[in-house]
């Protein structure tokens, strides 16, 4: 496999390697069309029999994709930044100039503290490129998802940060060599 676009159905019977992509119809209706497609990332080599990925979705050792955030199953970013990793802080504050030069700052709404992260991950293997592309590729810039390999300095140990991807680009720098870069924007929804 080695296309967002190819992915194939999980199969019991078969044997999956780190960051093999494999997806699962959830809720299929008399009609046979499914509620929801889900895509499940391997986390390390996988053997023939083994646990299907949606029968234990928040702790399986073998599939990663979600994680439980608030009751709810939640797409999970899995894979790590490389060290070139930037944000930025841009609080939303409302300010009203007096005469004399006085001025009054206050917050913009509830959610002021929203960060930007702009991310690298350079040097990645085609399937590891692969899987990452297909994650972002899923998610249509629109569904927010947890990152869960954010770096201490923006994680938050109250709550799980949820981000959306507006942009994303791939650079194939020579043979099994991939750099991806994306931006990551913070938001308050679940969609």
Known sequence: MSSIYNIDQWNATRVYYKNDI?????????TGVPKAINYYYALKDVPANNTPPATAPFNNQYWGG????????????LWTASYNLSADHSPKV??????NGYEQRNPDGLFTQMIKLNVSFDMRSEKEATAILQFLKARKGTESFVVGTL????????YKKRFICP????NFTFHNNYTIKANF????TSN
């Open 22 to 30: 494999v997806y699962q119809k959830i809720s299929i209706g008399t």
């Open 167 to 170: 942009t994303f680009n791939s």
């Open 66 to 77: 979600y994680t439980n955030c608030n009751g709810q199953m939640t797409p999970n970013f």
């Open 94 to 99: 409302n300010t009203i100039a007096f005469g």
């Open 151 to 158: 770096p201490p300095i923006y994680a938050d140990a109250t």
């Open 185 to 188: 924007v913070e938001t308050n």
